[in-house]
C-alpha cells in the first residue's frame, strides 16, 4: 500500500512537470510556431548536414561549440518533419531538467517550496526563450544534473567516480556553450578553499582532479572526432578564435554592463530576479549566523552564493543581449529563489498555521506569477506564430531543384534547412565575413569561390546593413574581379515582402562564369 502510494506520488509530480514543460513551450510548437529562424536556423540546418554526412566548421560553419549540433541531428534523426523531431528533443531535455530541478530542492527544502521553485521558472522561461532550440537551454540540464548528484549525499562523501561524472557535466556544459560553465567555476572555488582551510590537500586533489579528468574524457571524444575527420583547425577556428574577436570587439566596462541592465528585464517581470537576489542575502545570513543542525544545505548555499555573480559575469561576457542569453541565469535564480520559498513556508509551520493556510499561500503565489506573466506570454505566443517567410521558401521549392544551391545573403540559414537546399559554401552565413579582426582576403575568396563553382540558382537578400551583398570590409583587386563576374551572372528576379522584411531574390542566368585569372 506504501509502496502504490509512493508510486503514485511519483506519478503526480512527474505529470506536473511535464504540464509546466509543455506550457513552456506550446509557443514554440510547430502547431504555432511552424519556422525558426536566426540561431535556431543554423542548427537545424547543421543538424541536417551532419546527417548527410558533413562535419560541423569544415563543411558548414559556425561559431557555437558542436554538441548543439549533434543535439540537434538527434531531433531530425527520430522523426522526418522539420520542426517536431527537435521540437520532441527540447521537451525531453526541459522535462528531465525541471524534474531534477523538483527533486534537488524538495531534497533540501521540501514538496512546496520545490513546486512553487520551478513554476517560477515555468511562468519566466516563455519570456526568454524566444523560440527555443537555443544552446542555454540544452546547458540548464548539465546544470541540474550535477546539482541533483551534490545534492544526494555530503559532498565529503560522494565518490570519486561521482566527481568525475560531474566534471564531465562541465565538460558538456563547456561544449554547449562556453558561458554555462559557472556552476563548475563556483565548485572548483568552493572545494579549493574547504579543503585548504582544512588542510586536506590530498582530499583538494582528489576531488578537483577528478572533475578535470570528467571534463577531460568529454574535450577528448571531441577532439578526436574532429582529428579523425581532419577539421580540429576549423574547429579552434569557428568555436573559439571567432569568439574570441566576437567578445573582445568592446573592451569598454559600461558596454560590458549593458547587457546586464537590459538583459534582467525579462527576468524582472515575473520577479524572480528580485526573489533572487533576496535569496542570495538570504544565503549569506545562513553561512554566516545559521543553526549548524538547522540548515544541512550549506555547502549547496555557499557554491550558489559563489556562481551567482559569477554567472552574471559570465553571460554579459560577449556585450551582447539577446533575450534568450539569459537562460543561463535560470538556474541559479530558482535556487537561490528556493531559499526565501523556504524561509516563508518555515514561519508558517513555526506559527502552526494549518495545512490549509500553506495551499492556500502556495496557490496565492503561483497566481501572483501566472498574472505577471499573462500579458507577455500572450505578445510572444503571438509573436511567434507570425514567422511568415513560408513565401520566400515556397519561391525557393517552386524555382529550384533539390540538387540546387542557393545562398542567402546575411543570417538566412533558416532558409536553407526549410527548403532542403545546400549553400554553395560552409559560410551558409556571412556575419563573420564582416567581422573585423576575424575576416580576411582568405575567406571572402573561399565564399566567393563557392559561388563561382557551384553556381547557386538564387541568392536571396534580406538586406541586412551589417551584411551588404556583394560588399567586403576587406578588397583586393581579385575579389573585386569575382564579385564582377557574380553580379554579371545574377539579375534581380523579384522582390518579396513579409513581416521579416524584404526579400531581394537574384537568379541566375544561363551564361557560365569565366575564369578568374
Known sequence: MIKVKAIVGQLWEKALVLGGVLFVLLPTSP?????????SGVFHYMGWRILNGDIPYKDVWDHKPPIIFFIDALGLSIMDHPRWGIWIVELIFLFITFYLAYLTIKRFFGVYTALVSIAAGFFTLPLIIHGGNFTEEYAMLWYFLALWILGRKEQDKLAIYQ????????????FTKQTTIGLWIA?????????????????WIKQVGAMISGAALVTGIILFYFAVNNSIKDFWDAAFLYNFVYSSAESNVMYRLRPILAGIKPLLTTGLFQLALLGFGMGLVNLKWGKKEKYDNRPLISVLFISFPIEIILVSV?????????????????????IVFNELFSILVSNNLPKKASVALVCSILVGFT???????????????????????????QNTNPEDYIVGWGAESFLNYFSKRESSSKYVYQFPLYRAG???????????????????????????PSAPIFEFPVASPLIKEKIEKIKSEYALSITLSDNLGYWDIYERQVSPFTPCQ
Do not use: C
Not at 502547431?31 to 540561431?39: A, C, H, I, K, Q
Not at 572548483?188 to 582530499?203: A, D, M, P
Not at 533575450?323 to 530558482?334: D, K, R
Open 31 to 39: 502547431l504555432n510556431m511552424p519556422l525558426t529562424y536566426t540561431d
Open 163 to 174: 566527481w568525475i561524472i560531474i566534471g564531465f557535466l562541465g565538460g558538456l556544459a563547456f
Open 187 to 203: 565548485l572548483v572555488i568552493y572545494v579549493t578553499f574547504v579543503r585548504f582551510r582544512n588542510q586536506q590537500k590530498l582530499k
Open 318 to 338: 560577449s556585450g551582447q543581449y539577446p533575450v534568450m542569453y539569459y537562460m543561463s541565469l535560470l538556474p541559479v535564480l530558482i535556487m537561490l529563489a528556493s
Open 371 to 397: 498574472w505577471s506573466t499573462v500579458y507577455e506570454y500572450r505578445n510572444e505566443v503571438d509573436s511567434l506564430s507570425h514567422i511568415e517567410s513560408t513565401i520566400v521558401i515556397d519561391y525557393i521549392r
Open 438 to 464: 576575424y575576416t580576411n582576403e582568405e575567406r571572402i575568396n573561399e565564399f566567393l569561390d563557392g559561388i563561382i563553382e557551384k553556381r547557386p540558382k538564387l541568392i536571396i537578400d534580406n538586406r541586412r
